[in-house]
Nanobody, 122 residues
C-alpha cells in the first residue's frame, strides 16, 4: 500500500524558513508529477507548487521567489523549501500525486498525504 508522509512543519516567525519533506513508501514503480497543496484555516485547499519527473516546476503567484519545490526520486521524497514566510503562508501543507504507478502497466493512482502544520506568527 502506498503512503505519502509529510514532515518538517512547525512554528516560525515572519521572515523565517522551513523545509517540508514528503516521503513515499510502499511498492512504487514510478511517480509522475508531484504537488504541494495547502489549506489555511477556514479556507479551501490550494495548489502551491508542482514538479514533473523531468524537473519542470510551477508555482502559485503568492509563493514565487520564496518557495522551491524539488524531488529526489531515488529517495522517493518530495521537498518544499520555504523562505521569507509570511502569516498568510500558515496552513496545513499536503503532498499529492495522481501519477503514482505501482506497476509498469494499468493505471496511475492518486494519493494524498495527511499533512503537516505550518504556523507563522510573531
Amino acid at each position: 500500500q502506498v503512503q505519502l508522509v509529510e514532515s518538517g512543519g512547525g512554528s516560525v516567525q515572519p521572515g523565517g524558513s522551513l523545509k517540508l519533506s514528503c516521503k513515499a513508501s510502499g511498492y512504487i514503480f514510478r511517480i509522475d508529477t508531484m504537488e504541494w497543496y495547502r489549506q489555511p484555516p477556514g479556507k479551501q485547499r490550494e495548489l502551491v507548487a508542482s514538479i514533473t519527473r523531468d524537473g519542470s516546476t510551477n508555482y502559485a503567484d503568492s509563493v514565487k521567489g520564496r518557495f522551491t519545490i524539488s524531488r529526489d526520486d531515488a529517495k522517493k521524497t518530495l521537498y518544499l523549501q520555504m523562505h521569507d514566510l509570511k502569516p498568510e503562508d500558515a496552513a496545513v501543507y499536503y503532498c499529492y500525486s495522481d501519477g503514482v504507478w505501482t506497476t509498469a502497466w494499468g493505471a496511475a493512482e492518486a494519493y494524498w498525504g495527511l499533512g503537516t502544520q505550518v504556523t507563522v506568527s510573531s
